[in-house]
Nanobody, 113 residues
Framework: QVQVVESGGGLVQPGGSLRLSCAAS????????MAWYRQAPGKERESVAL?????TTNYADSVNGRFTVSRADNTMYLQMNSLKPEDTAVYYC?????????WGQGTQVTVSS
């Protein structure tokens, strides 16, 4: 089993920055990739960014060039710059192991003036 816990959300003005963290614990040696998703009110959950344990990254078109995903030891980060109101959502992280995916509870990000 793997547990993941997100932190770092909050209220930020348009154009501002935030850094989210996702700390993994448990059987972390089995993790093959970690990812960020988000869900805005009334919308489906969508993929934001992914990083493999080998360091390969992938981004949604809507955040490419503004968001950066990274990983250090058992923690994944999402550096979010040039935030827009449409980035407002609950942000979730997950950890992929062979045959399963573990999700966190989410952290709220609100971009508003």
């Amino acid at each position: 089993q793997v547990q993941v816990v997100e932190s770092g959300g909050g209220l930020v003005q348009p154009g501002g920055s935030l850094r989210l963290s996702c700390a993994a614990s448990g059987s972390i040696s089995r993790i093959i990739a970690m990812a960020w998703y988000r869900q805005a009110p009334g919308k489906e959950r969508e993929s934001v960014a992914l990083i493999t344990m080998g360091g390969t990254t992938n981004y949604a078109d809507s955040v490419n060039g503004r968001f950066t995903v990274s990983r250090a030891d058992n923690t994944m980060y999402l550096q979010m710059n040039s935030l827009k109101p449409e980035d407002t959502a609950v942000y979730y992280c997950n950890a992929h192991v062979p045959g399963n995916t573990y999700w966190g509870q989410g952290t709220q990000v609100t971009v508003s003036s």
